[in-house]
């Protein structure tokens, strides 16, 4: 009986797999899918035949067809054998003797008496393994990371140490797919049906990469709010979501290896909160008092206070009062506020200096000075 089932096998498998297959993408992917087998359309609106085929043989002459936005892997016994990156229609074509198809020109008894042979010594199924799959190039969003107790790292413009607890998401691109997949993806996900999301909290290998994040983050804030070209301000964080995107896949980077062994990169981040201990609460109240009172805005604020407490101590103090505003005053160099005085204008001393500074610069004559001095002293 067993060797009838296999005959039986190897022969109907053979027959399946002569027929040309369309290749696209499964419905109801999540938008977060990163990695997925393509799937064979073996039906269409009823008029679909090829529904036996092998499920890790693709027959010559099938077309799959690559949606924007992703990128076709091709797999041979294992191995990558080649990697499609711009979106359209291609048929596949290969020498191994599994995928010969008489609807591809293929011939007909000679291959079909040597597929069914070598399938029989396995049992009735093909012994090879072909497999197409589809990688999203896109940005894969709803990255989530989050610290539950502070983080604390060494702020340039603070001059010490600040700490917060965090959280928010960022998305993640897949850079280099051979990469991806030779090196980080698990081999349990190339198989059909699996789907590689790194939002699925079950896979093990994106809870590593959120924990990566995680340990990431204090190195990415001290890149940032240490580097001068974001103005050295920490508060700039949730405004500016690719400058801190920057900074944190460098500290992947730096620290994991991201981009260049495993072909992943951050691109965005969104900061949902940030929610800094009492100390560094404290440091930033005291940094937006300094900001306020910097500058001509300071200026006018510190003339308003002081008039204000003239006013306040003229009418309860009486004159006590503004003699101790006026001692005030005088300790905080109030009287600076004040615009220097010109020279009054019927000072005959200063006019005829400037006559005088005139009359040397050869600007008037002698007897225009004469005239001047005269009419300055009146006489």
Known sequence: MGLVQAVKGAVGGVLAD????????????PS????????????????????SGSSNIISNGSKIVVPEGYGLLLFQDGAIT??????????????????????????????????????????????SQQAAFFVSLKELPDNRFGTQSEIYWDDAFLNTQVGAVTRGSYTLKIVDPILFVKNFLPASYLRP??????????????????????????????????????????????????GFAQSLSAAVEQAYQWKSDRGLAIVKTAIVSIEYDA????????????????????????????????????????????VGVGMASGMFGAGSLQQPTAPAADDPVAKLKKAKEMLDLGLITQGDYDALKAKALGL
């Open 18 to 29: 002569q027929w040309k297959d369309f290749y696209t993408v499964p419905t109801g992917l």
């Open 32 to 51: 977060t899918a990163a990695l997925f087998a393509a799937v064979p359309q073996g039906t269409n609106a009823g008029r679909g035949s090829n529904t």
């Open 82 to 127: 080649a990697f499609v990156a711009e979106p359209g229609g291609y048929e596949w074509r290969s020498d191994d003797l599994n995928s010969q198809s008489i609807f591809a020109g293929d011939g007909l008894v000679s291959t079909f008496i040597k597929q069914s042979w070598e399938r029989f010594k396995f049992g009735g199924q093909p012994g």
């Open 193 to 242: 049906g699996q789907v590689f999301d790194f939002t699925d909290m079950d896979n093990a290998a994106a809870t590593q990469l959120f924990n990566e994040v995680v340990g990431s983050l204090a190195p990415a804030f001290s890149l940032y709010s240490n580097d001068p070209s974001k103005g050295n301000r920490i508060t700039k964080l949730q405004q500016d979501s690719i």
């Open 279 to 322: 100390n560094t609460r404290e440091l930033l109240k005291t940094v937006q008092r300094a900001d306020a009172l910097s500058g001509s805005r300071g200026n006018s604020n510190l003339q308003a206070s002081v008039a204000q407490g003239i006013q306040s101590a003229g009418e309860n103090g009486g004159a006590a009062g503004l």
